[in-house]
């Protein structure tokens, strides 16, 4: 195949583009970028987590918490329209399962955070997963047969 020189640079850059981002950024297509990923050797996108910033509500929103049976954490304060408990803190507006997950893992989640003991509105750091550590849980549960 033809490497084209724009999308070699992009890929070749050190700069983790994904595919689609070097695909929008140069008109081409999706499959042709991944070719070029692969005739180069590069490594594919990394789509781990990044690293959380830290946060100024870091225990600000476990003062409205209450502990329930089961270890669960009860939220006490204001909830979205959804039923997401938020906390507002100097103006700035903060779900409160994504401050507790990124207490637990100082990672920003990827994709929505849920509770994963069956209590609906807990906000447990411990009880709550993103998406990666739902495939992940998934993953270890198909790989131990349960
Ligand atoms: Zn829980």
């Known amino acids: 195949m033809r ?4 999308i070699a640079r992009l890929l070749e850059s050190g700069t983790n583009l994904s595919n689609r981002a070097i695909a929008h950024q140069v008109g081409a297509s999706l499959t042709t970028v991944a070719r070029h990923r692969e005739a180069l050797g590069i490594a594919p996108h990394f789509q781990g987590r990044r690293q959380a910033p830290p946060l100024p509500t870091a225990d600000l929103w476990r ?14 304060g204001t909830t ?13 507006v903060y ?12 990672q920003v989640p990827q994709g929505p955070v849920r ?23 998934a993953a270890v549960a198909a790989a131990i047969g349960i």
């Open 3 to 6: 490497i084209r020189a724009d």
């Open 63 to 76: 003062r409205q918490t209450e502990l329930v049976d089961g270890g669960h954490l009860r939220w006490l």
């Open 80 to 92: 979205t329209a959804d039923g997401v408990a938020r906390l507002v803190d100097s103006g700035r």
């Open 95 to 106: 779900s409160v399962p994504v401050l507790a997950f990124q207490e637990r893992t100082g």
């Open 115 to 137: 509770p994963e003991c069956g209590m609906d509105d807990c906000v447990e750091p411990r009880h709550l997963e993103d998406q990666l550590g739902r495939d992940h849980l």
